[in-house]
């Protein structure tokens, strides 16, 4: 169906926002990688949890992997 057309494009689209959360993090560019996380949270009136620092951004890819 169409919304869940909708919402497979809206959860491919939050993996691949955490997969530059985390290359952010991997590069040392902290603040970058927050403010994915800020944004994220700014669309989605925090109705998602989005990684919010490095353990977190970690440990959602490795959920989201296996």
């Known amino acids: 169906s169409q919304s869940q057309n909708l919402g497979d494009k809206l959860y491919g689209a939050l ?3 955490m997969i ?3 290359i ?3 590069a040392g560019q902290d ?3 927050k403010a994915v ?3 994220v949270n700014n669309i989605t009136g925090k109705r998602i949890q989005f990684p ?3 353990k977190q951004s970690k440990k959602a ?4 992997m296996h």
């Open 61 to 64: 890819l490795q959920n989201r």
């Open 20 to 22: 530059i959360q985390r």
């Open 37 to 39: 996380a800020n944004r």
């Open 24 to 26: 952010y993090y991997m």
């Open 31 to 33: 603040n970058k990688a």
């Open 52 to 54: 919010s620092n490095k």
């Open 15 to 17: 993996d691949n926002l």
